[in-house]
Structure formats: structure tokens, C-alpha cells
């Protein structure tokens, strides 16, 4: 049962990721058509801002992440308990020694950041340190070090690069035709029916596809949420020990300190603790659901 979702995980976030790649491609042919009239550039620019904005956001310094994110390093004599259980976590895992950074906050949370694991960081609050016993810290830093070692960390950031890039092309179109640049196109082609379909799917792209992007960025964050879970219990042989701190997550309070949307998404846990209309474009699965995937394991 375990092995098998964790395999349906990784298959659901692929496709996932070649949706993305479709709607990058389609606002990109949209605008492509209304501004310049030609398809097939508009999708070779649209692909190439989303390569840029993907490898400029993966290369990103793990220091930058956690300077946005208020974290300082801490060695094994500053905070041996978490220390060695992130050792422990990443022997099992095979991964190297991330580095271990706190966050002097009193919510209960936690993320993990870098590229790859040769330069990856897990970083906890002090209220989660202060809340949670042995069983219920190896548990989510289990978690997180399967972010690690699953590359999630990766395939968010691309996620996150590519409904950015998204959500540029899609400004500079409704900019340009809000200030006329995409009426420009006056020939016999435009009564034509063919013109007329690929106009309305133009106009389309433009307006819907940041939301279609949003949403799919959603589901790879919440897929990758569903594996890290189901990973952890791998690493610790403890799903109870996960159970018990996902439960004792969904009591705490909101992170003290602003926390942006890329960021946002790398917690364990919604940093913000949105409701109403805002818990629909949650980057996790509700945790009762997170909860329910565990027990049935």
C-alpha cells in the first residue's frame, strides 16, 4: 500500500508537470497570434521565459531562502536533539547531512529548501521544538528530508517558475490589449473562420490560463505533500508518530512573521492558516485528509 501510492504520486505530479507545460505553450501561442501573428514564436518565447524563470529560481542560494524565511544555522552543540535527528533522518534516507537552521517563531512548522541534497537545508520554529516529543520531530523532519530526497523541492520551484511565467505573458497580453496593441491585426483573415477561433482562443489563453497554472501548481504541491507523508513513514516505521504530529500541526497558529507564496509552499504545514474562499488555493491537502491517507496504511 505505501510503495503503491508513492508510485501513483510520482506519476500524477508527471502529468501534472506536462499540463504545464501545455498551458505555458497555449498562452504563449495566444499571445503569439494576437501580437506578433505567429503562432509558433509566441510558444518558443513563452518557453523560454518559463527555462529562465525555472533555472534562475532552482539556482537560487539556499542562504537567500532561508535569510527571506528569518532562519539562522544552528551546529550539533546549539540544538543536538533536532541536529541528530536530522542526521538520523538523512542516513536513512541516504542522503548527505542537510544543514539545520531554527526559526525563532512560535507556531509549529517546518521546511526543507535546495535544489538537489548535496545542498539542501531542513529548517524548523522553536515552537515546534518546544511542542513536539522525539517521535512526533522524526516524523516530520522525515518529511521533510524525503522533500529532500524525492527532489521536490525541485519540481515546486519549477511549478512555481512556470505559473509565474505564466502569469507575466499573461500581464503583458492583457496590458497590450487593453491599450489597443491587439487590435492591430485588420487583414481579410480576421472574417475568416479559422482567424475568428483562433482569436477567441487567444483571448481565452490570456484570461484563463494563470488560473488553470494556479491550480495545477496546487495539485503537484499537494501530490508532493501526499508522498512526503507516506515517505516519512518509510524512514521512521512509525506512522503513528506522524499521525500525532500532523494532529498537533492543525492546532497551531498562524507563523508570526509574513511569509510569501514560494515560500508558503515549502512548509509542512499552511503558514498563513488561510479559511473561506483563500482554503481553496491551499498549497497543502487538508491535513484530515493527510491524516486519513496514513491511517489507512
Known amino acids: 500500500m505505501l510503495y503503491d501510492q508513492i508510485a501513483s504520486n510520482k506519476r ?17 501561442a495566444g499571445v503569439g497570434y494576437l501580437f506578433i501573428g505567429n503562432l509558433q514564436l509566441g510558444v518558443i518565447i513563452a518557453l523560454i521565459i518559463g527555462i529562465i524563470y525555472a533555472a534562475s529560481m532552482i539556482f ?5 531562502v532561508m535569510s527571506m524565511n528569518n532562519a539562522r544555522e544552528v551546529t550539533v552543540d546549539q540544538a543536538p536533539d ?4 536530522v542526521e538520523d533522518m538523512a542516513m536513512v534516507a541516504q542522503i548527505p547531512m542537510p544543514r539545520v537552521f531554527i526559526v525563532e517563531d512560535a507556531s509549529m512548522n517546518a521546511f526543507a529548501t535546495g535544489s538537489s541534497p548535496e545542498n539542501a537545508a531542513v529548517a524548523a520554529t522553536t515552537g515546534l521544538l518546544a511542542v513536539m516529543n522525539r517521535e512526533e520531530l522524526e516524523g ?12 521536490d ?17 499573461s500581464s503583458i497580453g492583457s496590458r497590450m490589449m487593453w491599450y489597443g496593441g491587439g ?3 485588420n487583414d481579410d483573415r480576421e472574417s475568416e473562420g479559422v482567424g475568428i477561433l483562433l482569436l477567441i482562443f487567444s483571448i481565452l489563453s490570456i484570461i484563463l490560463a494563470p488560473l488553470a497554472a494556479t491550480l ?9 505533500e501526499y508522498l512526503a507523508d507516506a515517505s516519512s513513514v518509510e524512514l521512521t516505521r512509525n506512522p503513528h508518530g506522524m499521525i500525532r504530529a500532523l494532529e498537533k500541526l492543525e492546532q497551531s497558529s498562524p507563523m508570526e512573521h509574513p511569509v510569501d507564496d514560494a515560500s508558503a509552499a515549502l512548509y509542512i504545514n499552511d503558514p498563513m492558516k488561510k479559511d473561506g474562499f483563500k482554503h481553496l488555493f491551499y498549497t497543502h491537502p487538508p491535513i484530515a ?3 486519513e491517507r496514513l491511517r489507512q496504511m
Open 60 to 64: 537560487q542560494s539556499t542562504d537567500v
Open 12 to 28: 500524477k505530479t508527471v502529468v501534472l508537470l506536462i499540463v504545464f507545460f501545455c498551458l505555458l505553450s497555449a498562452i504563449g
Open 153 to 169: 523541492i525541485r519540481i515546486s520551484t519549477i511549478a512555481v517558475a512556470l505559473a509565474s511565467a505564466i502569469t507575466l505573458i
Open 289 to 291: 485528509d493527510r491524516i
Open 82 to 85: 533536532l541536529y541528530h535527528i
Open 183 to 185: 487590435r492591430r491585426r
Open 216 to 224: 495545477v501548481q496546487l495539485a503537484i504541491s499537494r501530490q508532493r
Open 140 to 151: 516530520v523532519i522525515g518529511h521533510e528530508v524525503s522533500h529532500i530526497r524525492n527532489y
